[in-house]
Structure formats: C-alpha cells, structure tokens
C-alpha cells in the first residue's frame, strides 16, 4: 500500500523525462561540424559560367536609371563582359576580366538555369547586385546555354502614375 502513495510521483517523472527529450534537453550533444563538412551539405544551383554562351539583363530602376549587363562566349575566344551601372554613376562601366568574375559570381549564385521559378530567379539577381526590390521598375533577363536553351524572365512593375492604367484601377485598353 505504500508503493501507491509513489505512483502519482512516478508518472510525473516519466512525463516530465518524456518532454524534456522530446525538447532536446536529454539528447547528446552532436559535435561541431567543420568547415568542410558544412560546405559540403550545401546544394549549389549548379550554373557554371562554362555553360552560358549568352547573358543579357537589363533592369530600369524608378529612379529612371539602369543596370546593364552583357556576356557573349563564343567557342575558341576569349568570353566578352560588360557591366553598366546606372545606379552607381560614379563608377564606371566594367568589362574584361573583372567584368567575367563578377558575372560568374552572380550565374553561380542564381537558381539553376533554364529557370522554373522566375521570381526566385529575379529576386536572387537582385540580391546579387544589392538593389532592392522597389527600386525596379523593368526587370528583363535573357541567355542561351551552350546546349542551345533559351530563356527570357521578364517583369515589369506598374504603377499608379503609369499612363496606360486608368482612374478605376482597371487597364486603359482604349
């Protein structure tokens, strides 16, 4: 009879036990995992400048300024690269080398072509280049792979000061 004066406490225990290894408190600690184990868990979009023949983006930013840039890659030559930015006036228009580089880093870091989400694929761009998003008003994105796919991520943001939209906030077909 003295062992049923212990049973309320019992399964207070074993439920109190219960939560706290379902919260993690009770579970052993995993050790810290290196540098290189932590790079290579990460997926990569897999975008490799090796297999882009041609880059074209093109964004208008409100402020009536734009981002350019270009990348042509043609068999046995050397890849040609521009950058334009329009939003940094005071740094000038990029091209060889530095050009290929930094372009290289934004197809690394984009999601893998030809894109199934435009908007992911738009945003990650834009994250790239550090401009957010209300700064744009056109976006436009085109390339050819070296296996001859193409693509074209086209967005263009309106407005209530843009003229083919109507008072009603309807569209001005007319």
Do not use: C
């Amino acid at each position: 009879m003295k062992i049923q004066r212990f049973i309320p406490f019992l399964v207070v225990a074993v439920i109190a036990g219960a939560l706290a290894y379902g919260q993690g408190w009770l579970q052993p600690k995993q050790s810290p995992k290196t540098g290189e184990e932590i790079r290579s868990q990460v997926a990569t979009p897999g975008n490799r400048l090796e297999d882009l023949r041609r880059l074209d983006l093109e964004i208008e930013l409100v402020n009536d300024r734009e981002v350019k840039l270009t990348y042509a890659a043609s068999g046995d030559q050397d890849p040609r690269a521009a950058i334009r930015r329009g939003d940094r006036p005071d740094e000038g228009e990029i091209t060889g080398q530095e050009a290929v580089d930094q372009i290289e880093a934004i197809a690394g870091a984009i999601p893998p072509l030809p894109a199934d989400e435009p908007l992911t694929l738009i945003q990650a761009v834009l994250d790239q280049l550090a401009i957010a998003q209300t700064d744009v008003r056109e976006f436009e994105f085109e390339y050819v792979l070296t296996d001859d796919s193409r693509g074209v991520v086209e967005l263009q943001v309106k407005d209530h000061n843009d003229d083919d939209w109507d008072d009603d906030g309807g569209r001005d077909d007319s």
